[in-house]
């Protein structure tokens, strides 16, 4: 039986562009990004198996939400799971990078 969020670390793993969602030494889960100067793009997030619905996707989302506020980053939710995330949880709205082009086709 694998842990449950409570029992997670996560961090930020910089050389191998994501955050990592650790249960012990057991990698539970990921956030895969691309980050620039002024904005964190959220690619990707997994869960690993063994570790499904114990909460590692939400706990993985608002750790690298909190962490892109802190850090003064915009946020660019391409992957499917924090883009809803944050569709959930408004107070997290602000984060969302909103183009300053107006250009349309």
Known sequence: MSPAADDLTIADVPSAQ???????????????????????????TEVEEGHEGRGVGSA????VLDDARASGLEVLAICPFIDGWISKH?????????????VTD
Do not use: C, N
């Open 60 to 63: 993985l989302a608002r750790a």
């Open 18 to 44: 994501r955050y990592e969602a650790r249960a012990g030494d057991d990698l539970a889960g990921y956030a895969a990004y691309i980050r620039g100067e002024a904005l964190i793009a959220f690619v990707h």
């Open 90 to 102: 408004p107070e997290y709205e602000d984060l969302r990078y909103t183009p300053d082009s107006q």
